[in-house]
């Protein structure tokens, strides 16, 4: 059953509290203030000394009735006090395309490097490694037809998917060879292109801007990579690692940010340190308009070289006996506040929505503002900007519900709507957090706020939060997740 409305309010007999979003809209937050003086409202610190939420209850549901179990540790986050922060997606246009550009090249001379001006050279590359796609999708969908394997039809079906694609790539790159050059063309005009070229260094690297698709120009992804083959698509003869590992037949860098700094001192082969580097990054984000974002993750960038052996009479990579570098840094930046970055709070992609209706159990909210950076010899080398907000306002310290009042409110919505969640198969709830959730503008496509919320779910093991019950910390309302998107 899902939801028709949007927030479910508490009680009423509160006082209005009213916070403006980016778009002029009021967003009423009804706020017990008659009787702050008897501890109604409360603080970050009299929930770290909650004991563990431990109840059980029945819920009727059109299947019979159900025992219904909550053992759920509180988890509060690292800060003073907590804040409502309200957003808007950051546009791209031609001004800040040129401040990006600038920031990363810095420099550098700046050419196209769209389809329409990649050069003779990288065009022909591009259909040779479409003809080997082509080849090779082939030569495994006859080697399926061959053995009669009992899951034969589905790979042929996904090889002959990838196998279109390819062709379909190649009559791009082979109609642009017709016009191509032989040399870049120098950008003039930054309304019209989205991928551009230039170097970092030594390295020619690429930047490309990608708008999202639900249109207003809100920036989707920027991401930047030197072109080298597994960084980019379209590459060049160039060598990108650490020079211990040149002579090496194949290598690779990890450039995967998680949500920890390392703080541990280890040898790394780059010649930047990683306080210089972290400045780098820094001035960039400066430079970008993005210095309110918070470091979450800080990791040195691993590589991995080996070398190709014979076996059976073929060649291949035995990953086994790789040797291992470090060379560079990785670092990891979010939109947040009060040291907390919204992405790692409840990001609602971390959690299975599908309670509310089936077919949208696979939906993705474009949640995650989030940059992340690879430093190495040549100064910041890769970058990877996705769906990236402006902070507009930060309304601080404001006031909180009672944690009984909460969890009162979450029994009430699953005795309630027992059946949006599955009960029939998964009954106990085993974690209840406090962070930060998205609710958009009604009013401004857009705009967002983040707000203090709750949530309660199944954790497990593998880290999907299942069967979600969201509430705002302010006013106690229910938090829907597909009617914030």
């Known amino acids: 059953m899902k939801h028709s409305i949007l927030r479910k309010i508490i009680p009423a007999g509160m006082a209005l509290v009213l916070l403006t979003g980016c778009g002029g809209k009021k967003v009423d937050y009804d706020m017990e203030t008659e009787q702050e003086s008897k501890g109604v409202v409360s603080t970050l610190d009299e929930f770290r000394e909650a004991d563990n939420w431990d109840d059980s209850f029945t819920v009727t549901t059109s299947d019979g009735d159900v025992k219904v179990r909550i053992n759920a540790p509180i988890d509060v986050p690292k800060a003073d006090n907590m804040s409502v922060v309200t957003v808007e997606e950051l546009k791209l246009d031609t001004n800040y395309k040129k401040k990006v550009l600038k920031a990363y090249f810095k420099d550098s001379e700046i050419y196209y490097h769209d389809l329409e001006h990649l050069t003779r050279e990288e065009l022909q590359s591009a259909i040779d490694s479409m003809d080997g796609t082509i080849i090779s999708a082939q030569s495994q969908i006859d080697e399926l037809e061959s053995k009669g394997q009992q899951d034969a039809e589905q790979w042929k079906e996904r090889l002959n998917g990838w196998k279109e694609e390819a062709e ?205 950076f690879a430093v190495t010899d040549a100064g910041i080398t890769e970058v990877l900007m996705q769906y990236p907000i402006n902070i507009t306002k930060i309304s601080k310290e404001v006031e909180l519900l009672p944690l009984s009042t909460i969890q009162n409110i979450i029994k009430d919505e699953i005795i309630k709507n027992g059946d949006d969640y599955q009960l029939d198969e998964f009954k106990s709830f085993n974690k209840l957090k406090l962070g930060y959730a998205r609710i958009k503008d009604d009013q401004k496509e857009g705009c967002y706020s983040y707000v203090p919320a709750w949530c309660l779910y199944m954790n497990e093991a593998y880290g999907t939060g299942r069967h979600p019950v969201f509430v705002n910390a302010m006013d106690g309302t229910l938090i829907h997740p597909l009617d914030e998107m």
């Open 168 to 372: 379909e790539e190649k009559k791009k790159y082979e109609k642009a060879l017709d016009t191509a050059k032989d040399t870049y063309t120098i950008a003039e005009d930054y309304d019209n292109c989205n991928e551009y070229v230039g170097y970092c260094g030594d390295l020619l690297c690429n930047m490309c801007f990608e708008v999202k698709e639900s249109g207003g120009n809100a920036i989707a992804y920027i991401t930047a990579s030197p072109l080298v083959q597994g960084k980019s698509n379209i590459y060049v003869n160039q060598y990108y690692g650490p020079q211990s590992l040149k002579d090496c037949d194949y290598i690779d860098g990890y450039s995967s940010v998680s949500a920890s700094i390392d703080k541990t001192e280890s040898e790394n082969e780059c010649s930047i340190s990683k306080e210089d580097a972290k400045q780098l990054v820094e001035q960039f984000l400066k430079e970008t308009g993005r210095d309110n974002q918070v470091l979450y993750g800080l990791k040195n960038y691993v590589w991995y070289g080996a070398n190709a052996t014979e076996k059976d009479g073929e060649e291949f990579i035995d990953s086994e006996v790789s040797e291992v570098r470090n060379w560079g840094y990785l670092f990891g930046y979010g939109s947040g506040v009060n040291g907390l970055v919204f992405s790692n709070s409840l990001d609602y992609n971390d959690f299975d929505v599908s309670w509310v209706t089936l077919e949208n159990s696979d939906v993705y909210f474009e949640l995650q503002d989030e940059t992340t």
